[in-house]
């Protein structure tokens, strides 16, 4: 008498299966099992695995903060560099750095057996190369920094698919791009203009788009003042589009958690339910009790629930 209800779960729970939020879940508890896969790996490097994979992990734990702090002082010779404080001495030293940076990470490439597996599953040390502020990663660990970026690009790309968000960035950047084309072909040539081209015009747009408003820039004539005031309501609601959507996002991660429990929480009471129908039943046999009997009582139970409910 319980199966309905079993197929009503069943259709509850078969669309939650595919969505977009167990999928994201899947996704992390994957790379979740290859981080803790490459964590005993890392473990159990010095006692099992090879010479040179003993010393990879040695070199590793033996550069982790000098290679933190050689990315600090990297931008530190960098920004003396890029301004009047920086001479000949801070330019030698700023190679000597990088330099120091990048042949410690070739010694390790070179140690390391399996050259692919060691590069793919840290592949945020390559990028470190070209910005080695990356290389405060290290402190808490590359792996761990791995997993913290790939579960971000996770919850980006949720938030993005989330209500097709990203095709109304698509849609308001061709209007940004369609509105500065427009206001640079109306003030180009306008003298009392302070729009002369169209990387102002772009500016201009972002700026009024984005409701910043700095007022360095602002059209004259009357075809840019129309697009001036289609593109601060745009902005408007593309700015409050954006917050519904990624608190909604937000929101629904929650409900969805909460809608699973409940449903595993309902599959639940109705095992407990079948298995106190059947040890009934055991006791209506044992009593002497017919099948056609039970059936009746099967029934009764039934319409009692029935009516139970449309009381309710």
Known sequence: MLSPCCDTVSDMTSPTSSSPTLRRLERLADIER?????????????????????????????????????????????????????????RVAFFIVWAGIAGEYVVRITLASHRTTYLRQRWLEPVALIAPPLLL???????????AI???????????????LVRVFLASGVVLVMGAWVIDLSERHLPASNIHSFGTALWWAVVTVTTVGYGDHFPMSGA??????????????????LTATV?????????????????????????RFEEMAAR?????????????????????????????????
């Open 150 to 164: 790939e579960t971000a690009a996770i919850r980006i790309r949720g938030v993005l698919l989330h209500h097709s």
């Open 247 to 271: 608190a909604s996002a937000f929101v629904k991660d929650h409900t969805d958690d909460v809608t699973t429990s409940l449903q595993s929480n309902h599959l639940l009471l109705i095992e």
């Open 34 to 90: 290859q981080r803790l896969a490459r964590h005993v790996h890392s473990h159990t490097a010095p006692a099992a695995s090879s010479p040179r994979e003993s010393l990879v992990h040695r070199l590793e734990s033996a550069t982790r903060y000098p290679l933190a702090l050689g990315g600090v002082a990297w931008l530190a010779l960098l920004i003396s560099l890029t301004t009047s404080a920086g001479g000949s001495s801070v």
């Open 137 to 147: 990663t290290h402190v808490v660990g590359i792996d761990k920094a791995v997993v």
């Open 224 to 241: 840019g003042q129309v697009v001036a005031g289609f593109m601060m309501v745009m902005g408007i609601g593309l700015i409050g589009t």
């Open 280 to 312: 009934l039943k055991d006791i209506e046999k044992r009593l002497g009790a017919t099948d056609e009997e039970i059936a009746d009582v099967d029934r009764a139970a039934d319409e009692l629930a029935k009516s139970e409910d449309l009381e309710l």
